[in-house]
């Protein structure tokens, strides 16, 4: 049984940093890619990034190029969303999830796990 649980999630301001923390539980992280995804009311999952089971290659969204980081360490079984330069446009809850299969990573539907999401407020 897999288990994901993020935090670090909050109340920002506009330009400010934040960095998100997604703790892996269970089987063996490195057979898993790892992606972030995020979602407000009313819309689907949004991709933002993900990174491959060794975390040597990532890609973004444009939305999150430049600004955001994805980070893996398969040691520690955790990853992580670096995010810069903040902007009310990013409030959202924020979901990591982790697929084992090589099916795009921008696919919500293509990861088996998620966790319960934290939520991010970038006031203006």
């Known amino acids: 049984q897999v288990r994901l649980v993020e935090s670090g999630g909050g109340t920002v301001q506009t330009g400010d940093s934040l960095v998100l923390s997604c703790a892996f539980f269970g089987d063996v992280f490195n057979t898993y890619g790892v992606g972030w995804f995020r979602q407000t009311p009313g819309k689907e999952r949004e991709f933002l990034a993900a990174t491959s089971r060794s975390g040597a290659g990532a890609i973004y969204a444009d939305s999150a190029k430049g600004r955001f980081a994805i980070i893996r360490n398969n040691v520690g079984k955790t990853a992580w969303l670096q995010m810069n330069s903040l902007e009310p446009e990013d409030t959202a809850t924020y979901y990591c999830?982790?697929?084992?299969?090589?099916?795009?990573?921008?696919?919500?539907?293509?990861?088996?796990?998620w966790g319960q999401g934290t939520q991010v407020t970038v006031s203006s």
């Open positions: 999830g982790v697929r084992s299969s090589w099916l795009e990573p921008e696919v919500a539907a293509n990861y088996e796990y």
